[in-house]
């Protein structure tokens, strides 16, 4: 099975609600990273949380990591309509190398 | 800071022709870096992993007559799709990591849409 599985597959809210993306996992990672694409476009990476950290958060985003659980969150507040994109997140291991990306989390939020 | 371009953002191309894709890492030297392909609507698929100077490790099914991947310098690497046809359009990006503090991470260019008629 493919590491970094996202779920919900999508999810659509209106503007001003928060938006909770989760990750699952299967191996040992290093770090986990979280990004966003908008559609036709490039990624942009978002946060990155390492492997003994438990949370972070940047602007109006915070990311969760439970290792024990092999799971991570993102959690986008007080959400806007910009914030519609796909949002993906990447297990990366040292020993591997490379990251390996999930299927990702379709987000729109409604005006 | 680590910051990578790629080059063309887009192609279009006739079936049979091959194409040439560059990524440059602009302000570090990327010892690794990493071909991806994205479908409409999927996630990005690891190709390659090409290390500076040595040939390139490919993903299983990936063919590597077909991809050509050079990664001649620090700051450079180029994936040639040879005899592109019509399934080979897709949206490739690729990205790179550096030593020290720039390992542990992959930085992404803005990719590549590719079209063949």
């Known amino acids: 099975s493919q590491q970094g599985e996202e779920d919900p597959q999508a999810l659509s809210i209106q503007e001003g609600e928060n938006a909770t993306m989760n990750c699952s996992y299967k191996t040992s990672i290093n770090n986990l990273q979280w990004y966003r694409q908008n559609s036709g476009r490039g990624l942009v990476h978002l946060i990155l949380?390492?492997?003994?950290?438990r949370e972070k958060h940047s602007g109006r985003l915070r990311v969760t990591l439970d290792t024990s659980k092999k799971s991570s969150s993102l959690l986008i507040t007080a959400s806007r309509a910009a914030d519609t994109a796909s949002y993906f997140c990447?297990?990366?291991?040292?020993?591997?190398?490379?990251?390996?990306f999930g299927d990702g989390t379709t987000l729109t939020v409604k005006p | 800071g680590a910051v990578v371009s790629q080059h063309p953002s887009r192609v279009i191309c006739k079936s049979g022709t091959s194409v040439k894709i560059e990524c440059r890492s602009l302000?570090?030297?990327?010892?690794?870096m990493f071909w991806y392909r994205q479908f409409p609507k999927q996630s990005l698929m690891l190709m390659a992993t090409s290390n500076e100077g040595s040939k390139a490790t490919y993903e299983q099914g990936v063919e590597k007559d077909k991809f050509l991947i050079n990664h001649a310098s620090l700051t450079l690497s180029t994936l040639t799709v040879t005899s592109a046809h019509p399934e080979d359009s897709s949206f490739y990006i690729c990205?790179?990591?550096?030593?020290?503090?720039?390992?542990?991470?992959?930085?992404f260019g803005p990719g590549t849409r590719l079209t063949v008629l």
């Open positions: 990447a297990t990366y291991n040292t020993n591997a190398g490379k990251s390996t």
């Open positions: 990205s790179a990591s550096g030593a020290g503090g720039l390992s542990d991470t992959q930085y």
């Open positions: 949380i390492r492997s003994n950290e």
């Open positions: 302000d570090f030297q990327a010892t690794t």
